[in-house]
């Protein structure tokens, strides 16, 4: 937990000791500290891109958790493709029947889960575009996809790792999701191919493998899509899966996927053993020269041409609830085997504290580290004599004093470097404490909030008698370099929908720092974009905006009455914030 307090300390004879509890430092706290819970529901439908190629706008609905990221302190994103004759609100959202069975996953990941509607009528059956002939990031099924990735990697509050952005799908939505991996390979960190057509092939091939189509071509097909982002294929990984009953897409398609996938990724790799799916069936892994697992291909015994969902999933229309849950299996080879994200954790200091005797500062802390030692403390002190001393010590624990510092207020701080891993840990804060008497500076007074942004609080306070300039503390760390000259500051790079403390010292001739001023919480604003639709109450309720009662169309969130539920009432609806609209245009 991270807040501020502040304590003044009067000068005895005997050496006054400060106990800090660890703070979050400024560049530690946005990767360590929790994220921003969601409502652990899915979203009402929501409208996103127009595809100019095959018509209409992107639209499906997205699930955000209410539970904490488990890797790195970020969410994973996974974009979930259903197949032809499929719909994301029919098949794969939880309804009533459980449909692809991705709620569990996000919940245990704490993962968001988007599941898109294919645009157009594709193939005549509601399919993605994968075996297109002019893949594109500008336009098609494979640019309002991209596009629907970087709306939420870029929305500061979902909180989600770029390297952490995977894709999963069935039939034409496994071969966008082998398209995908091939043509971004430096959005997708894995991918999930669900009896997935190979790149290059066509829709009257999709129950046999076209003659002297082999591993090696969907490779190069893929390798060419791809273009300048070849190289980030050495950090991605693939999972395959297909059912020994599929006759819909040729089974020969699996493997054959996988063996290009390692292709396309190059170098040497060992075939590891056949471990037996305990719903039925089999999976073979393979791993690199480095020992990295990199692919995955399970063949599912007695399943036709179907999405696994396993246990809790729906049982109809292509989706398979009788044999492996897939989206649990796939979830487990991404987190474990993710190439982008560190899996080792960093150091964590467990206590920091100062300690004063006249002039003589001593600095104490203790920290762990679950990868081997600690190789290092920093100690960092900021007021009149300021300290930075990367080598404060090393180990368990460490003691170091620092003599003498001028009279003054103090803050200061203590991290601590693996000795294998060069991971550093999240700071401990030291509060402020005073060296010799009590300065005559003064804390500015009226510090405020003023305006406020998803990611950015400004700050103002009055001008303090003898100050040359101002320190800004956030959550007990100081948060600027050197003292700033205004009486104004703006704090950035803060997370959405976050709560903030702020205080305020005053620095003087030669350095002299104030006490700090009395503490004022700040939020940050959602990063939520407000999109109003103009269209039928009967339409708004269709489209998940608003919902009946008693013949009445609600509003869904405020539940303003809209009038009749029919074609005839129209009303204006603004979406301003995750499944909430109010009648009329956003503000």
Known sequence: MAFAFQRR????????????????????????????????????????????????????????????????????????????????????????????????????????????????????????????????????????????????????????????????????????????????????????????????????????????????????NCKALAGSNLPKFATQIASVVWGTTDYTVAQAYGPMDAAAMRLTYGGAFSKGATQTVA???????????????????????????????????????????THVNYPAFVMNFWFKNNLRVSTVAAPAMTSCSASVAGNDVTVSGAGVDAAGTIGSYKVVLSGATPVSDAAAGSGASFTKTYSPLANGYYTGSVTATGSGTGLTSAACGIAQFLVGPAPAILPPAGLAVGARTASSIALSWSLASGATGYNVYRNGINITATPVTATSYTSTGLTASTSYNFQVSSVGAGSVESALSAAVAGSTTSSFTCTATNTSNYNHVQAGRAHDSGGYALANGSNQNMGLNNTFYTTTLAQTSVAYYVIGNCP
């Open 9 to 220: 300390f009067t000068r005895a004879a005997a050496p006054l000791l400060i106990l800090a509890p660890c703070l979050f430092g400024h560049a530690q706290a946005q990767a360590q500290a929790q994220v921003s819970a969601g409502p652990g529901a899915w979203s009402s439908n929501q409208t996103w891109a127009a595809d100019t190629r095959n018509g209409g706008n992107l639209t499906g609905y997205f699930y955000w958790p209410a539970s904490q990221p488990t890797l790195a302190g970020k969410r994973a994103l996974v974009l979930v493709l259903h197949g032809c004759s499929q719909s994301a609100a029919g098949d794969v959202i939880n309804a009533a029947d459980g449909g692809f069975n991705w709620k569990a996953m996000g919940d245990q990941y704490g993962a968001v889960i988007l599941a898109p509607n294919a645009t157009g009528n594709v193939y005549g059956n509601h399919c993605w575009d994968y075996a297109s002939t002019s893949h594109s990031r500008t336009s098609g099924h494979d640019a309002v996809l991209l596009d629907l990735v970087n709306r939420f990697v870029t929305n500061l509050q979902y909180a989600i790792d770029p390297s952490q952005v995977y894709v999963t799908g069935l039939s034409s939505g496994g071969g966008e999701t082998m398209a995908l991996g091939c043509f971004a390979p430096d959005i997708f960190a894995g991918i999930g191919i669900n009896a997935g057509p190979p790149p290059g092939t066509t829709t009257a091939q999709i129950g046999i493998v076209p003659s002297g189509y082999t591993a090696t071509t969907a490779a190069n």
């Open 279 to 321: 719903t039925g069936g089999s999976n073979i892994a393979y791993t690199d020269s480095n020992g990295k697992l990199r692919t995955s291909e399970m063949a599912v015994t007695g399943m036709a041409h179907a999405w696994p969902a396993g246990s809790g999933g729906q049982n109809t229309n292509y989706v398979d609830a």
